[in-house]
């Protein structure tokens, strides 16, 4: 039997949870009010997909690992598909408008179209729309 889960809340450790979520806000993002406080801020990526952005104190309060150094690490890509080229484009240019940098140049493979940013962290983002008609 395959296992299947219901929701994913990718937790991520951050410096300044403020600025964090102004950053977030004005890429059009919202928050969970319900699991937000001054530790941590929820925020809602889809109705399924959350990431719970975590102040670097309360992110070691779940792990005795040391926090990756995203100036010089990867930790993770969080890749999410959009609805359209236009989409992708949009937000990326919302996450470097509000003081996110380029972490690649735009990558069109014909089929799927993609661009990523970083978030004020270091934080790897991916964005990408897939033509549908190419999937099957």
């Known amino acids: 039997m395959a296992v299947q889960l219901n929701q994913i809340f990718v937790n991520l450790p951050v410096k300044d949870l403020n600025k964090t979520k102004r950053f977030f806000n004005e890429i059009g993002f919202q928050f969970n009010p319900q699991f937000t406080n001054e530790d941590a801020a929820c925020l ?9 952005l975590q102040t670097e104190q309360h992110f070691m309060s779940f ?5 990756t150094d ?3 690490h990867a930790e993770v890509i969080l890749a999410f ?8 484009d949009e937000i990326v240019n919302r996450a470097l408008a509000a003081g996110g940098t380029k972490f690649n140049d735009p990558v069109d493979h014909g089929f799927m179209y993609g661009w990523s940013f970083q978030d004020p962290d270091g934080h790897l983002w991916e964005v990408f729309y897939m033509d549908p008609a190419t999937i099957e």
């Open 70 to 72: 995203t100036t010089s």
């Open 44 to 52: 809602v990526i889809s109705e399924h997909i959350f990431a719970m």
């Open 63 to 67: 792990t005795n690992k040391e926090i």
């Open 81 to 88: 598909s959009a609805d359209s080229r236009e989409q992708v």
